[in-house]
């Protein structure tokens, strides 16, 4: 049994974060996935994500390469979630390469491609443009 740990906010949930869960998954027999919560975003990248800590955590329980998630507090206590959760590996994005490498002596630590064209924060402005040309209707 091969258990991989991820964590994100997963807000506006799109194929970007879909396919780096799935990628996830295979690398394991387990999937555990710590959603960041609504305090961490605002704290660390200045705004509230569109969707609840609770509501971006029964999306991603709701996928069925998820078996299992948690709030991510605080993004320093990655080491903290690691041990408790008995993760083989910890899984992230490449737009995070080289930021976990002191969990090595943890568990594995992978980084994954990320998915060009696509962020939650391309669609909170794609979605406000196409409000402006319709009139807000
Ligand atoms: N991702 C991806 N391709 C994209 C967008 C996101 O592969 N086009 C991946 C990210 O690399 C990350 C995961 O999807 O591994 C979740 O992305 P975000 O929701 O943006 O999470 P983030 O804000 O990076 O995580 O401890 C980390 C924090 O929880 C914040």
Same mark, same amino acid.
């Given at each position: =049994? ?10 506006? /949930? +799109?194929? $970007? +974060? ?11 027999? +387990?999937?555990?996935? $710590? ?13 509230? *994500?569109?969707? #609840?800590?609770?509501?971006? =955590?029964?999306?991603?329980? #709701?996928?069925?390469?998820?078996? &299992?998630?948690?709030?991510? +507090?605080? /993004?320093?206590?990655? $080491? ?7 993760? &083989?590996? /910890?899984?992230?994005? &490449? ?6 490498? =002191?969990?090595?002596? %943890? ?5 994954? *491609? ?8 391309? %669609?909170? #402005? ?9 009139? $807000?209707?």
């Amino acid at each position: =049994m091969k258990r991989i740990i991820t964590f994100g906010t997963y807000d506006l /949930l +799109h194929v $970007g +974060h879909v396919r780096l869960l799935k990628r996830a998954a295979a690398l394991g027999n +387990h999937l555990i996935v $710590g959603v960041s919560s609504d305090e961490l975003n605002i704290s660390k990248k200045g705004r509230a *994500p569109v969707y #609840s800590t609770t509501e971006r =955590m029964e999306i991603v329980r #709701s996928l069925a390469c998820v078996d &299992d998630v948690f709030v991510e +507090h605080s /993004l320093e206590a990655k $080491g903290d979630y690691i041990l408790e959760h008995k993760a &083989d590996a /910890l899984v992230m994005g &490449d737009d995070w390469e080289g930021r976990f490498d =002191m969990f090595k002596d %943890l568990c594995e630590v992978i980084y994954l *491609p990320r998915t060009e064209g696509i962020s939650t924060t391309y %669609l909170i #402005s794609s979605i406000s443009d196409r409000k402006a040309v319709t009139g $807000g209707i």
